[in-house]
């Protein structure tokens, strides 16, 4: 999947502003927060609307203008768009019957099961709960075995046992090469889902890539690193002649704050930084290398 210099805007808003990227098979997290574009995107890379500016190419061709391609992408979209009347076993075969499968209602209760639901419910989908809904609409998008599967916060709505049913499955769909792209605005999501990231903040490609890479390229403000020892304020004096630290704070007798220029430097040298002081060391623990710092510092940069 190539996505070169895409935009999109209705009348005077701007939605998405000039965003470029690729996507490999696997899982890509698209992390962002409400209203930054994420779903837009999304429908564009699916063929859904058409992009104001800019080209995308999915498996080598152009889903707005080939329907043959089209019919390789699922897609979850975060709106209910169900037929709520239906029980999810026709709703998911008609799905699949779209899509041209010899066998729908076969596909379709095998991926109903997949998600965790019951093929047999005789209830209509206006009857689920939030997170039913979320795993029917996960159904239909994979009944009919996609190359690419596009999903707009997917996890919305399910409870913890569910949430990590829905994260394994999607893992196991990019270790099996399906191209997964995966939104979702809730950090700790995006951090379980996988480490390629793609970051979009008011439309704007805000950075992409592995997110302990993106935060490396952070130069402007120091690492921080939680350092708990026998005697902190010691190692904190002493840590201050440390090439590298740029500053020290101390919270507790066993804890301390340290600010860094350079974290590989820091780490291979604070042990003996510490033994020389006669200071055990008990833990030592970054707190700025997870997705909410990233995503908080690159949206407000």
Known sequence: MVVTNLSKWFGDVVAVSDISFTVWPGVTALLGPNGAGKSTALRMIAGLTPPSQGTVS???????RDTAVRGRIGLVSQEEHLFQEQRA???????GQLNHLSDAEGAARKVLATVELDPDDK????????????????????VHEPDVL?????????DPRQR??????????????????????VLDEVERL???VLVIAQGRM???????????????RPHRIRVRASDARELGAQLLAHAGVRGVSVSATDELEVNTDDVELFRTRIASVAKAANVRLLEVQPLDDDLESVFRYLVGR
């Open 58 to 64: 999915v498996l080598g061709a152009n889903p707005r």
């Open 89 to 95: 076993l026709d709703f998911v075969t008609l799905a």
């Open 164 to 185: 990590l049913h829905m994260i394994k499955l999607i893992q196991d769909l990019g270790a099996n090469g399906v191209c997964v792209v995966v939104s979702s605005h």
């Open 150 to 158: 596009l999903a707009d916060e997917p996890l919305t709505g399910l």
């Open 206 to 220: 805000a950075a992409q890539g592995d997110f302990h890479g993106i935060r490396a390229l952070m130069d402007d």
């Open 123 to 142: 209830r209509p989908i206006a009857s689920y709960s939030k997170g039913m809904r979320q795993r029917v609409k996960l159904a239909q998008a994979l």
């Open 194 to 196: 996988g480490s390629r």
